[in-house]
T-cell receptor, first 108, second 118 residues
């Protein structure tokens, strides 16, 4: 099955700064890469996803980039706000095994 | 978006008893359902994947005889923790995914079930 690694495990930024979280995967056949946000005590929510036929996708302050050759994809959050503080998980393909998660803290 | 419900939201049971958790897709047909376990401040650990009408596929290290999964219909999957012990105490989350033409589709998570075994 797919093996997904996620870095960093924790990330602290100042409000307004950008945050980047990276994931690598092992199965070159993977073609779907979602990112989920989980706030404390709540269920994970999809925030953005990308399929293998594109290299980048953007939705307001959130973007995801995909490098299929290197088998890694990244989540970019610009102009971070305190409400962006949460745990973020990446996953790859149908297996839906998640990375270890990144705890993002945005300091006001 | 699609809605997935989970019941109960929390349960306390005595060691040795069995507990059943239900996961329902309320407004779409879930061809695949996933069951996860999450310990505090840790990631979602995939336990098993089930497709409607077929046996669940369990992840390595997950005891299929202890964690019984049934996916009898396109809107309901159940996880039964048999002979529960304190180490089974955890947060269990299900997710459901419908069929999307051309590739994998988004999965929708239930609110989770907090299981405490005393």
């Amino acid at each position: 099955g797919e093996n997904v690694e996620q870095h960093p495990s924790t990330l602290s930024v100042q409000e307004g700064d950008s945050a980047v979280i990276k994931c690598t995967y092992s199965d070159s056949a993977s073609n779907y890469f979602p990112w989920y946000k989980q706030e404390l005590g709540k269920r994970p929510q999809l925030i953005i996803d990308i399929r293998s036929n594109v290299g980048e996708k953007k939705d307001q302050r959130i973007a995801v980039t995909l490098n299929k050759t290197a088998k890694h994809f990244s989540l970019h959050i610009t102009e971070t706000q305190p409400e962006d503080s949460a745990v973020y998980f990446c996953a790859a393909n149908n297996d839906m095994r998640f990375g270890a998660g990144t705890r993002l803290t945005v300091k006001p | 978006g699609a809605v997935v419900s989970q019941h109960p939201s929390w349960v306390i049971c005595k060691s040795g008893t069995s507990v059943k958790i239900e996961c329902r897709s309320l407004d779409f047909q879930a061809t695949t359902m996933f069951w996860y376990r999450q310990f505090p401040k840790q990631s979602l650990m995939l336990m098993a994947t089930s497709n409607e009408g077929s046996k669940a596929t369990y992840e390595q290290g997950v005891e299929k005889d202890k964690f019984l999964i049934n996916h009898a219909s396109l809107t309901l999957s159940t996880l039964t923790v048999t002979s529960a012990h304190p180490e089974d105490s955890s947060f269990y989350i299900c997710s459901a995914r419908g069929r999307l033409a051309g590739g994998p589709g988004e999965q929708y998570f239930g609110p989770g079930t907090r299981l405490t075994v005393t």
